[in-house]
C-alpha cells in the first residue's frame, strides 16, 4: 500500500516536471525564433543599403561607360548635364530615349508642310479621318505582325488590363471598324506608333514615330479600291517631291501558290514569306542560307523559288505566270494572277501604269494581308547632299486585309479591307538631308510696328483689329522697341509685311505698309489698310 502511494506521488511529480519542462522549452523556442527574426531583419536592412549604393554606382560608372549612337556604333557618353541629384542620388542624365528625337521649329515646319501635303491628297480621295488610342490590349495586337511581334512595346498590368503600345495603325483600325460595326468606311489615320526596333535614325528609322495610313474598308467590286490606293501613293510622293520612286505589286495568293508550286509545307508558307520579304535590303544568297539552315527547308525547294522571286515586270509577266505549268493547277495563284491583270488595267487608266512593277520578290511579312500587297520605293538619285542620307528605301506599303476585321466582330463578320501607310518619317528625312538655307518657322502675315516711344497702346489697337480680321499678326512685348530691331526681326522670321505707326502719319489718318523683301514702303489709310494688306496677300 505505501509503495503504491509512494509510486502514484513520484509519477505525479514526474508529470508536472514533464509540464514545467515543456513550458519553459516553448518559451525557449519562442526566445529563439524572436532573436532570429530580429536577426534577419538587421540582415535585410544591410543588404538593402548595399543594393542601393550598388544602384548608384552603377548610375555614375554609365556615365563613365559608351552608349549606342542611332547607328549602332560606339561613342562616348554625353556628360551629364546637371549636377543636381535626384531620388536616390543619382544623376540625371539628358537626353532623348534611344530611337527619339526631339524637333525644333524648322523641323516641325517641314514636317508640317509634308503632312498637309499627305492631308490634301487624303481628302481629295473623299476620305474622313478617325482616332484610336496609343495602347491597345496586348491581345488585341498579338498574332498580328508575324515575326515582328517581338518588336511590340509592352506595358505594365494597369488596373487588372494586360497593355502594349501600338505598332501599326492598321490593327487598331480593324478593332474600330469591328468593334463598332462599321460595315463600310474610307478613311485616313495620322499617328505615332511605337515599335522596338533597332534604329537608324539617318535612314528615318526610329522607335516612336509618325504613320499615315489611307483605308477603304467595305464589300466592293475586285482591284477598284486596291488601285486607288496605289494613285494614292503615287499622287503623296510625287507631290512631295521625293525624286523617282517605283511602286512595286505582287499578290499574297500568288506567292502561296509559288511557294505551293516549289514544295514549301503549308504550315511554312508564312516563314518562308517572312524570308522573301527581306530581298529589300539582303542578297539573295543570304536570304536563301536563312530558308535552308533556319526555316529548315529543302534546298531544291528554294532553288526553285529564287527561279520565281527574281522576276518583275508588267503586264507580259502575268501572261508568262499564267502559261506557268507548275502555276496552272494552283486555284489561289490563278485567282492572284487575275487581280493582277486587273489591277494593272486600272493603273494604265489611271496614269501610274509607268510608276508600278509586278515585282515576285515582293512578301511584305505581316500576317494579315490576303491579296494585293505593294510597297513603294525610292531610286534614288534625287540630288540630295548626301546620297547615304537619302537613300532610305521603302516609304509607303500596304495591301488587302479581308480577315482581320472578323477577328474583333463579336458575330465574327467579316469586312473586306485594303490600305496603305505612308511612311512619312522617311519622307521627312529626306526634305531635311536636301533643305537649303532657313525654314521659314511661322505664318505671321503683317508684324505691326512703331516708330518712337509711347505708341505701344495704338499698336495693340491695330494688332487686334488685324486679329478681328483672321489676319495673322505679331508685334513687339516691349514697350518702346527700336524700329530697327522690328524690321530685323521680320527679316530673320521672314515676315512679308509690316505696318509701322508713327505720330505724324497717325494725325494723318494713315499708317505705312512695308513690303520686307523688298523694303518698299507706301502710306494707306487707317479705314482701308486692312482690305490693302489682303489683297497684297492673295496676290502673293
Given amino acids: ?114 503632312l498637309d501635303q499627305v492631308i490634301s491628297v487624303f481628302r481629295k480621295h473623299g476620305a474622313e479621318t478617325i482616332d484610336t488610342p496609343v495602347f491597345e490590349l496586348k491581345e488585341v495586337l498579338t498574332g498580328k505582325y508575324g515575326e515582328d511581334s517581338k518588336l511590340i512595346y509592352d506595358l505594365k498590368d494597369q488596373g487588372g488590363e494586360i497593355l502594349a503600345l501600338r505598332y501599326d495603325l492598321t490593327v487598331p483600325f480593324a478593332r474600330y471598324v469591328g468593334m463598332g460595326n462599321v460595315f463600310n468606311i474610307k478613311r485616313y489615320h495620322i499617328a505615332k506608333v511605337y515599335r522596338r526596333d533597332n534604329p537608324q535614325i539617318t535612314r528615318g528609322r526610329y522607335r516612336e514615330f509618325y504613320q499615315c495610313d489611307f483605308d477603304i474598308a467595305g464589300t466592293y467590286d475586285p482591284m477598284l479600291p486596291d488601285a486607288e490606293c496605289v494613285k494614292v501613293v503615287c499622287e503623296i510622293l510625287s507631290e512631295v517631291g521625293v525624286g523617282e520612286f517605283v511602286v512595286k505589286l505582287n499578290h499574297r495568293k500568288l506567292l502561296d501558290g509559288m511557294f505551293e508550286a516549289c514544295g514549301v ?106 491579296g494585293v500587297i505593294y510597297e513603294a520605293v525610292l531610286l534614288g538619285g534625287g540630288g540630295g547632299k548626301d546620297e547615304e542620307e537619302i537613300t532610305v528605301g ?70 487686334n483689329k488685324l486679329w478681328e480680321a483672321g489676319v495673322k499678326a505679331e508685334h513687339s512685348y516691349k514697350l518702346n522697341p527700336k524700329l530697327l530691331a522690328q524690321l530685323q526681326h521680320c527679316e530673320e522670321y521672314q515676315i512679308p509685311y509690316a505696318i509701322i505707326l508713327g505720330d505724324g502719319e497717325l494725325s494723318r489718318g494713315v499708317v505705312k505698309l512695308r513690303e520686307i523683301a523688298t523694303r518698299k514702303e507706301e502710306e494707306v489709310a487707317l479705314d482701308t489698310f486692312i482690305e490693302e494688306l489682303r489683297r497684297r496677300l492673295s496676290v502673293a
Fill in 1 to 114: 500500500m505505501l509503495a503504491r502511494q509512494l509510486l502514484v506521488g513520484a509519477g505525479s511529480s514526474l508529470r508536472r516536471y514533464s509540464n514545467f519542462s515543456r513550458g519553459a522549452m516553448a518559451a525557449s523556442t519562442m526566445q529563439a525564433i524572436r532573436a532570429g527574426e530580429e536577426n534577419v531583419r538587421q540582415q535585410l536592412a544591410q543588404i538593402n543599403e548595399e543594393v542601393q549604393k550598388l544602384l548608384a554606382l552603377k548610375e555614375q560608372l554609365k556615365q563613365l561607360t559608351v552608349e549606342e549612337d542611332g547607328s549602332g556604333e560606339a561613342v562616348p557618353a554625353k556628360p551629364v548635364a546637371t549636377s543636381e541629384p535626384t531620388s536616390g542620388n543619382r544623376n540625371l542624365s539628358l537626353k532623348t530615349p534611344k530611337g527619339t528625337r526631339d524637333y525644333g521649329p524648322e523641323a516641325m515646319a517641314l514636317r508640317q508642310r509634308v
Fill in 265 to 370: 509545307p503549308a504550315d511554312k508558307f508564312r516563314t518562308a514569306c517572312s524570308s522573301v520579304d527581306k530581298l529589300d535590303k539582303t542578297p539573295w544568297d543570304e536570304v536563301r542560307r536563312e530558308m535552308v539552315e533556319e526555316k529548315g527547308l529543302a534546298e531544291e525547294t528554294v532553288d526553285r523559288i529564287g527561279e520565281y522571286v527574281t522576276l518583275n515586270g508588267g503586264a507580259e509577266l502575268v501572261d508568262r505566270l499564267a502559261a506557268d505549268e507548275k502555276l496552272k493547277g494552283i486555284r489561289g495563284a490563278m485567282e492572284g494572277l487575275e487581280d493582277m491583270r486587273l489591277l494593272l488595267q486600272y493603273c494604265e487608266i489611271f496614269q501610274v501604269a509607268n510608276r508600278v512593277s509586278f515585282d515576285l520578290s515582293l512578301a511584305r511579312g505581316l500576317d494579315y494581308y490576303t
Fill in 394 to 463: 521603302s516609304v509607303a506599303g500596304g495591301g488587302r486585309y479581308d480577315n482581320l476585321v472578323g477577328m474583333f466582330n463579336p458575330k465574327r463578320k467579316q469586312v473586306p479591307c485594303v490600305g496603305v501607310s505612308i511612311g512619312v518619317e522617311r519622307l521627312f528625312s529626306i526634305i531635311e538631308a536636301r533643305a537649303g538655307g532657313k525654314t521659314r518657322t511661322n505664318e505671321t502675315e503683317v508684324y505691326v510696328a512703331s516708330a518712337h516711344k509711347g505708341l505701344h497702346l495704338k499698336r495693340l489697337e491695330i494688332l
